[in-house]
């Protein structure tokens, strides 16, 4: 069982969580038929910020439960969860924005805010009070982000799994982090978003496909990337398993090669990554080759990649799993519905669509077998058993964010005589 509040695991019922200090009583008897794992989505879905009828649609579309809406109000009652009750008070919730606005953070508009508190710090809090706290703590960023218009152009799909766009980041490429990436064109949702030594490896780009197809269980109708030969297999993997269909697009057509400015999607979606994340760690690194302690060579950028590696993979981790569950206005000038990307994945039905991709069995998928992929995090094996060894005999631990990191870099870099 799992502590609905902080995520702790423990073997059987106790009335109290020991990390937490909350009370579990709420748990009590439910550890029989998945009761506490059903209470467990519920406070999942509404710490997402879905509305009472999605999550009831979520549990039985996707976990098979059917439940009434006062069972559900009821369960949420119980574990001390209201729409608009019991917020947090001021001091806590500015402790927490100045605790973001320290790293990327910094970056956020106020709806961006308003999510992170409640999902990341678990607080109860107002939106327009998000938008007032930030004007007063953070004046100039909200001045910078007032002046910023955007020129959207029309996307049409037909439903989920319609068209996936994958392409590669190179804006941190300068300081060895490439970063690969692939969204749905109907729900903008993000399918992977990976850091590692490289983007331009074709087997790295079809290792991150195949595991994308393995977790969801389905192959898209259509595929689009630039025309990098690092697609390459990826390509050949889609048309492969499309071969045996017979829709309109089955076979070679499944895969589309064109421009990288054509690839509206996920070049938009870069767009917005840059103003929300990449931006802090371009600066950041930037600051390090200000300050000489970078020179762009590739012995510094490995050493780099060693200290930030985790630490930037973290930070897209936390990027996709709030950009998958915020809202998306809906525009007048877009052919595709606004709302939460998980909700119109999974969910089409509900925005009049459906799901264009194929099932796939992971028998079909045993003719592409996922290498191990022992790429070493900073991107030779020599410099990675060397930088393992200095920590372990050094003691010292895995960065937890951006500033340890920091310190780990120059430590290493001072072992190394770089």
């Given amino acids: 069982m799992f502590c609905p509040f902080c995520g702790v695991h423990f073997g059987a019922f106790v009335p109290f969580c020991a990390s937490c200090g909350r009370s579990l009583e709420l748990l009590r008897g439910t550890e029989q038929a998945g009761g506490s794992d059903v209470l467990q989505h519920c406070i999942k879905y509404f710490n997402e910020g879905h509305s009472y009828s999605v999550i009831l649609d979520m549990l039985l579309s996707l976990h098979g439960v059917r439940m009434s809406l006062r069972t559900l109000k009821s369960k949420l009652n119980q574990s001390g969860l209201y729409r608009r009750k019991y917020y947090s008070s001021r ?20 709806r961006t805010m308003w999510q992170v508190l409640k999902q990341k710090h678990q607080l109860q809090v107002k939106r327009d009070t998000v938008m007032e706290l930030l004007r007063e703590l953070n004046p100039r960023g909200c001045q910078s982000r007032a002046r910023r218009r955007f020129i959207r152009r029309t996307y049409h799909s037909l439903g989920p799994n319609y068209m996936w766009h994958a392409d590669g980041y190179d804006k941190l490429k300068p300081f060895g982090l490439a970063i690969s990436g692939c969204i749905d064109g109907f729900s903008r949702k993000v ?81 917005i990554y840059r103003k929300g994340r990449a931006q802090f760690w371009m600066e950041l690194f930037a600051d390090l080759r200000d300050a000489g302690h970078f020179n762009g060579s590739q012995e510094h950028q490995r050493l780099l990649r060693y200290s930030f590696g985790d630490v930037v993979q ?12 915020h809202r998306i206005r809906p525009s007048r000038t877009a052919s595709c519905p606004g709302g939460v990307p998980n909700e119109l ?3 089409p039905h509900r925005h009049g669509s459906r799901d264009c991709g194929f099932i796939i069995q992971h028998d079909e998928l045993d003719a592409f077998p996922e290498s191990s992929l022992s790429l070493p995090s900073c991107g030779d094996p020599n410099t990675q058993e060397y930088l393992d ?9 895995k960065p937890e964010n951006w500033e340890s990191a920091s310190e780990l870099y120059m430590k290493l870099k001072e072992i190394a005589q770089l």
């Fill in 345 to 347: 994945y999974y969910l």
């Fill in 191 to 271: 399918l992977w978003l990976k850091c590692g030594a490289t983007n331009n490896n074709p087997t790295v780009i079809a290792h991150n496909f195949l595991s994308c197809i393995r977790n969801l269980n389905v192959v898209p109708m259509r595929l689009r990337t630039d025309c990098g030969t690092e697609n390459g297999i990826m390509a050949a993997v889609q048309c492969t398993l499309r071969h045996q269909h017979n829709d309109h697009y089955s076979g070679e057509s499944s895969h589309m090669f064109g421009s990288s400015t054509s690839n509206q999607r996920i070049e938009s979606w870069w767009s």
């Fill in 314 to 325: 973290k930070d897209l981790d936390e990027c996709v799993k709030l950009w998958n569950t």
């Fill in 91 to 110: 001091t806590t919730v500015i402790n927490a924005i100045r605790a973001e606005l320290r790293g990327p953070g910094q970056l956020f508009g106020y």
């Fill in 389 to 397: 060894f200095v920590m372990d005999h050094n003691r010292f631990q």
